[in-house]
């Protein structure tokens, strides 16, 4: 079984159900698991057409939609491997993602991926084809050989389709379970990407456990469901959502607009299973935030009701594991006609069933608010080198603060001398591409992988997350502290979008805070405070009173070595394509130490 059989499968025996949506134009435009086949069918028997072995690297560079899917699934058809690239990946990324990948054919999505391809053509000599899917901009004015639009493409794929018929389904039939079916590359938060290498059989071992496993939705998950695809599909979080998980129970996949566009396409879809990395809960809680201290005298006096309602209901649920008491349920049952529902509706979550936050560490605060208003939050954990399954709190069974139990089939241990979290599993990846000793250094001598997550067991089932091994900090005075626990509390804040706590080796621990935009820049507008940039809003006196009556709030719930003694305001919004945030927006420290070492010296000075 590959991913390719499944969604050919799918086809066989629910060819006319919806398997996703797409907009265009404002239209809603459906394709149905026939469609889909058909379409991933053409992709796998063009690249057989151009000459494509079993093995060969098919990367893509685009946004969420229809054509990646198509290329994803064809291009493991065709037994060859995908590489996802990031669409906010720099001309010079792209040239490594390209030039280690050694892949042989680029699907890019418009003009500004083809631009960055033809940039780097010459650190690329493996690079035979670049697929463009938009022709605006291309078509008629760039003359490159290797350039191809994506309907040429397709009509080479239909033609080698009639004249070799069964071409790609002795492709499929001569699959084995240690095919390398994607090439996966890790953020890069400490040096150039390691690319990830999952097999036919750790896919399948990741749709098994999230689709048999009852470790993402109860009860199961099935064709009735809808979902939302936003984040990344190179990323492996999105692509389990959107891809495998899809293929797997058969769900409705639905591509946001844009990622600018999530809330409003939230509310058009309201799905029932919606995944998001904690950016995204954290925006969702200060639009809402906003909202209120915006609305007139009456509502606000109404939602500040129903929130504390909200509260004391989530409270209560973080005590019994996320499981509903008479009390709680009378209490959500009336606020549901009064406030709830209108809320759900408006934040697109109206029908959601399970909601997971995973991919990197969230405040507690946050997950209780929407466990409050009657989202059922789940943090789960994985990474890309064990497919993105380790551990999940099950429905009913949750502890705030934690990223659950192990999943079925999941062995996990922690080191007793370093504390750091292992699993093993068959998911384990097959290793990082070209890179022996890398690989090496991931696993241990009996065969675990070492996640470099430090964690400790809670009541012997759960496991926290303290933090990663090399991000952990050593005051000067010996003394062990966890960055991200600080870090999650002040970005609890609606104002606080980035907080990077620093003291390695330093007297003191200090922070270097980025505020959130709009929501600061909505407080101010109500206290008549004028700004014209970013960086001048920060510097607003007022704004850092704002900044440091939150980090008080949290110091208070600190012990005193772990208070932030100073802070300073970051100038600028951290960019991608700056270099200070990976394309997951996990802030690059490093990066953040050099660029803003003035301003750190300038605490400890």
Not at 151 to 172: C, F, N, S, T
Not at 298 to 319: D, I, M, Y
Not at 539 to 555: M, R
């Amino acid at each position: 079984m590959t991913l390719a059989a499944r969604v050919r499968d799918r086809a066989e025996r629910m060819p006319d159900r919806v398997a996703m949506r797409e907009k265009d134009f404002g239209i809603w435009q459906e394709v149905t698991w026939a469609q889909y086949w058909e379409h991933a069918q053409d992709f796998a028997h063009a690249l057989l057409a151009l000459g494509i072995q079993p093995g060969d690297r098919v990367a893509i560079q685009s946004e969420n939609r229809r054509e990646w899917l198509y290329t994803d699934v064809g291009t493991v058809a065709a037994r060859a491997t995908t590489v996802g690239l990031y669409p906010t990946n720099p001309p010079s990324e792209v040239g490594y993602l390209l030039s280690h990948s050694g892949a042989r054919v680029l699907v890019a999505e418009d003009q500004e991926q083809v631009d960055k391809a033809l940039a780097v053509l010459d650190r690329c000599p493996g690079l035979e084809w670049i697929v463009y899917i938009e022709p605006r901009g291309i078509r008629y004015r760039y003359d490159n050989e290797r350039l191809i639009w994506w309907d040429d493409l397709i009509e080479q794929g239909r033609k080698h389709r009639g004249d070799y018929p069964e071409a790609v389904a002795e492709r499929m039939a001569a699959a084995q379970a240690d095919d390398i079916m994607t090439l996966i590359y890790t953020s890069g938060t400490t040096g150039p990407p390691k690319g990830a290498m999952l097999s036919v059989s750790n896919v399948e071992f990741a749709i098994r456990t999230v689709v048999d496993g009852g470790g993402f939705a109860s009860p199961a998950p099935n064709p009735d469901d809808v979902m939302l695809s936003y984040l990344p599909l190179c990323h492996v979080a999105e692509r389990i959502f959107t891809t495998w998980f899809n293929a797997g129970a058969g769900t409705q996949v639905n591509f946001a607009e844009s990622i600018a566009t999530v809330q409003e396409n939230l509310r058009e879809i309201q799905p029932t299973i919606l995944f998001g990395v904690p950016r995204i809960w954290e925006k969702i809680l200060a639009g809402v935030q906003i909202k209120l201290a915006s609305a007139s005298w009456l509502k606000r006096v109404n939602t500040r009701l129903w929130l504390g309602v909200a509260e004391r209901v989530g409270a209560a649920l973080v005590r019994t594991g996320g499981n509903h008491t008479l009390g709680t349920r009378l209490a959500y049952a009336i606020g549901w006609v009064f406030f709830y529902r209108a809320l759900r509706e408006r934040i697109g979550m109206r029908r959601v069933r399970f909601a997971a936050s995973g991919a990197a560490p969230i405040a507690p605060e946050v997950l209780r608010f929407f466990m409050g208003i009657g989202v059922p939050m789940h943090e789960l954990y994985g990474m890309t080198e064990n497919s993105a399954v380790a551990t999940g709190n099950r429905p009913g069974r949750v502890k705030l603060g934690t990223v659950g139990e192990p999943q079925v089939g999941i062995e996990l241990r922690i080191d007793p001398d370093t504390g750091e979290i292992q699993t093993r599993h068959d998911g384990t990846f097959v290793g990082y591409f070209r890179d022996p000793p890398a690989t090496a250094a991931a696993m241990t001598s009996d065969g675990w992988l070492k996640t470099g997550d430090i964690g400790e067991w809670v009541d012997g089932t759960h496991v926290k997350i303290t933090d990663r091994a090399k991000d952990i900090i050593i005051t000067a005075g010996g003394k062990n502290i966890a960055p991200s626990e600080i870090e999650n509390a002040l970005k609890a804040s609606p104002f606080i979008k980035e907080a990077i706590v620093i003291g390695d080796r330093r007297p003191f621990v200090s922070a270097l805070v980025g505020i959130e935009l709009d929501t600061v820049g909505e407080w101010a507008q109500r206290r008549r405070i004028a700004y014209t940039t970013y960086r001048d809003l920060s510097e607003k006196p007022d704004v850092k009173a704002l900044v440091q009556s939150i980090v008080d709030k949290v110091n208070e719930r600190l012990a005193p070595v772990e208070q932030i003694k100073k802070f300073r305001m970051l100038p600028k919004e951290l960019d991608h394509e700056d270099g200070e945030l990976t394309a997951t927006q996990k802030v690059k420290r490093s990066a953040i130490a050099k660029l803003f070492a003035d301003q750190v010296e300038e605490m400890y000075g």
